[in-house]
Each structure stands twice: as C-alpha cells, then as structure tokens.
C-alpha cells in the first residue's frame, strides 16, 4: 500500500512554525492581518472563507472580512481594494474567486498590490514565477502542493514530473515551481494526447485537471509520488478528488489523500504569506 | 534528408507585411519608431544592434540609438529610459543586454514601460506569458521560433513538444508559448537526467542550451521537426547552432539550419513589435 501523505500534518507542522512567527512579530508590534474580500454568497466561498479564517486565527493572525452583494459595481469593488492597499494596519488581501460575470476579474485583481496578494492573483506575482524572484506570492494551493513535498523530505530535483491541468490558479504555477526546484516537468491538458502513457512516466505525477476520479489504474506504475489536487463531491456522496485513489494507493509508492491533502495546506499557505507579508512591511 | 526550415524565409514574407502595416500607419502620420539603448561597446551587442537597424529601416520604421558607456551609472540609465518612456515619438525600446555587472538589470528592466517593451523583458511582459493577456510583448526570440512554425504551416496542438534550456529570454518563454498552442510541453534543463531519450519522445524539439553542437544523433528519431536556437562560432570557424546539424539532417523530417534559421527571425519580431507598439500608441 501506498505511503500517505497527510496534508493535514504538513499543515500542522506549519501552523506551528507560524504561531511563533506571528509572536515574534507581535513582540515588535506587529500583528499580522489578512482581509478577506467575498463578493456574492457563493457556498464555495463561504466555506473557504470559513477555513481560512479559522486558520489565521489559529495562527495568530487577525482578520477582516468584507462581504459586498453580488451586484456590486466595477468601480466600488476597486475602490474597496485600493482601501485595502492603503491601511497600513491590513498586511494581506484574498479576493475570494470567480468574480460575478460583470466584474473585469484581471482588471480587478491587478488593481491590488503585489505586496499584499497573499494567493498570488496579480500579473506581477505571477512573473515571479517566471523570474524566480520575489514578486508578490504564488498562488496557495501551488505552494501547498511544494509544502507537502517539503514535509516528506521529498527533492523534486532530477525527477520526471508530470502536471495535469494548465490552470492559471494552479497548473502553470505548479509546473514552473517544480521546473525552479530542477524538475524535468511536463504540462498535460485537456488537448493531450495518449495521456495515461506521458503520466506513467512521472516520478512525480501532479493531478490538478478538475474532474473527479479522472486518473486511474492506467495513469500509475510502481514508484510513482502522487499529488492530488482535485476534490469533488463523488456520485456516493463522499469527498473524492481528480485521482481514483483506491486503484492508485496499490500501486505507487506514496500518495496525499483526499481530503487530508493538499486541500489541507492551502490555508496555512495563506497564513505564511500573510505573516511573510507582515514581516516586510515592518522591514 | 530533412526539409529546410528557413527563417531568412519567413522573415521575408513577415517583412513584406510590415511594410504594408508601415505605409497604412504613415498614412495616418504615425511613423513606427524604435529605440536601441546600448551601454558598453560588446561585439555581440554591436552586431545585433546592426542587424536590428537594417531590419527595421527595410520595414519603414524609423530608428534612434542612445549609446551609454559601460561605467553609466544605475540613475543616469534609468533617467534615460524614463525619457523614452515619456516621449510619445518612441514607441519601442530595445535594451541591448547582458548590462554591466554594476547594474541592476531587474530593476532596469521594469523601468521600462510594458507597452513600449518590444522585447518581453518586463515582469508584466513576461506574466502575459502565463495569463494568455497580451500584457506588453513576448521576448522576440521565442516568438521567432513560433513564427517559423506559422510560416510552414506547422500546428503544435496535440503534438509532443520538448524544449532544451531554461532561460529567461528563450526556454521558459517557449515552453509557456508552446502550451498556450495545445502542445504537450517538456521543458529540460542542466539537471534532466536522460535527455537523449525524452528529446527522441519530442514530435517538436527546441534546443536552446546554448552549447555549440550539444544534440546529437541519439536525441532524434524520424518524424520529429527540429528548432535549433543557439548560435554560435564552432572550433573550425563556421557558425553553427545547438544541433549537430549533420547527423540530424538524415534522421529528422524538417530542420532550421543555423544560420539562417531563428535568428534570422529575431529582428523581423522586433520590428513587428514597434509596429504593434505604434499602432496601439495610435487607437
């Protein structure tokens, strides 16, 4: 049977190494603080904006949540965010996502500052993915899956590794972190072919594709590190996530579980870059 | 033997076109205008900076080159290109680089303003790469590679690409471009382990390393269509590429030769880019 690695525990172990960040900082007269921007009542929303809360509190960290009616305007949701990018006392902003149909998501997200865009949404976060350098974050649930790896002692350098998904929030962030820890990756999607032959040949097999239980017992070959990225309610009613789990824990050699996995993490993240974001503001 | 993939080709036909979109433009009194901002005297700087002017004059755009000595200081470069920034007559900048050791090339770089960056050098530049905006200009030479596909008619959707280095200027840009056209993308580096091998599973390999004559025999098969991107002046005086041209030609379908091949594509993006650049400048 496949070695399970927990979310849940990198999380734990992380959420220890914030708490004595977050006093630290609050011994200097810092305390850490994420604002939290929901437009509309999506139950998705709600329930991320509930973990996440839970989380920063958890942490140390102080929390402002916003909430705005789905019909807000353009021109009100920016100016809420310029807000945001001007009280010094708020270190990080998550802008909870998809935005209403009316709202201009890239003109919105880039009107934050990088230095505050703890889940990595701006165009200038991202080209530090490109750059390797420091501009802003990477988005939560791509850096929670690096966690992961970090918390199993998991050197992706040298590895074959395949990312399933080109997503902007994680695939392409996914695929560019593990090129920067020296992986050979290869970026699967919708329009590849013969996909279950290019997973098998992962050392690291990344599963982000959005679609439940899509990979199965022909994606896996003894060896294999599985990352799961996807979570799903299944048909029976149980949380599942894009990796049919029981055919993949036979036959490869470690995988995150879902939930428990990577899902796990990505709120921490958030935490660590909110406390990084507070840390560099008070440099 | 492998069919010829000819930039000097491709760079004909997409002048042809720039000189068409030159004349509509003067038509309407704007005159598309690059500036080249060399500092030092680099023999390699000099000749790019030759290549680019004639190319640029053929199309009809009108051409100014500052030149800064190698001991400027990091305020006088960045004073210059802020003028440029401002003069509405300059509607491109081409910052001859690798700069001085004494400057800060990120920072110098992002003082430029995305919609003038012709050659995909600023992080808004280069984050267009990843969100699929047209965000400021990709770096000419990986679109170099794209146009010579354009020009022969070939699609990269669905077809296994591997891409050899991870630079800045080239590999990652390409590796993004490439995926951003529905191809199944590999990118290799100095620590991928079996390169021959994952080289031979590319339908489309790129090599970009910049090793004279680093892929040989062992890294094609038949089928593949080869994209040599480096250049360089071999032991017996000739130019030659990343590719031992002579033991690919008899194995591959279709080649760039070097010369001749991506380079001679660079300047024609250059162009198109100034053009591009004026034409928005205008609307």
């Avoid at 709202?103 to 889940?119: C, F, G, Y």
């Avoid at 966690?147 to 990312?163: E, N, Q, S």
């Avoid at 097999?205 to 990979?215: N, P, S």
């Amino acid at each position: 049977m496949a070695k399970l690695l927990s979310g849940t525990e990198a999380a734990r172990s992380l959420t220890d190494q914030l708490q004595l960040r977050c006093s630290e900082l609050k011994k200097r007269g810092v305390i850490p603080s994420l604002c939290i921007l929901r437009v509309g009542s999506d139950p998705g929303d709600l329930s991320y904006e509930k973990g996440a809360g839970k989380r920063c509190e958890m942490c140390g960290i102080r929390l402002k949540t916003i909430h705005l009616s789905g019909d807000v305007l353009q021109e009100e949701l920016l100016q809420v965010i310029r807000q945001q990018n001007e009280d010094p006392s708020v270190h990080g902003v998550l802008l909870l996502r998809p935005l209403p149909s009316g709202i201009d998501a890239h003109l919105t997200a880039n009107t934050l500052l990088p230095s505050k865009d703890v889940d990595g949404m701006t165009d200038l976060s991202l080209s530090g993915l490109i750059t390797g350098t420091k501009t802003g974050f990477a988005p939560c649930t791509a850096e929670a899956a690096m966690a992961i790896l970090d918390h199993y002692g998991i050197d992706a350098a040298g590895k074959r590794a395949v990312v399933i998904g080109r997503s902007l929030v994680f695939g392409k962030p996914a695929a560019l972190m593990l090129t920067q820890r020296n992986a050979t990756v290869t970026l699967c999607h919708s329009k590849t072919a013969d996909l279950p032959s290019i997973a098998r040949q992962a050392d690291l097999l990344v599963v982000a594709c959005g679609q439940a239980r899509m990979a199965g017992r022909d994606f896996f070959r003894p060896g294999q590190i599985v990352i799961d990225v996807g979570i799903h309610q299944g048909e029976d009613g149980r949380l599942c996530g894009d990796v049919k789990f029981d055919e993949a824990q036979g036959i490869v050699d470690a995988i995150t579980p879902v939930p428990g996995g990577v899902g796990a993490v990505t709120t921490t993240i958030l935490a660590k870059h909110v406390v990084e974001a507070a840390d560099k503001a008070d440099e």
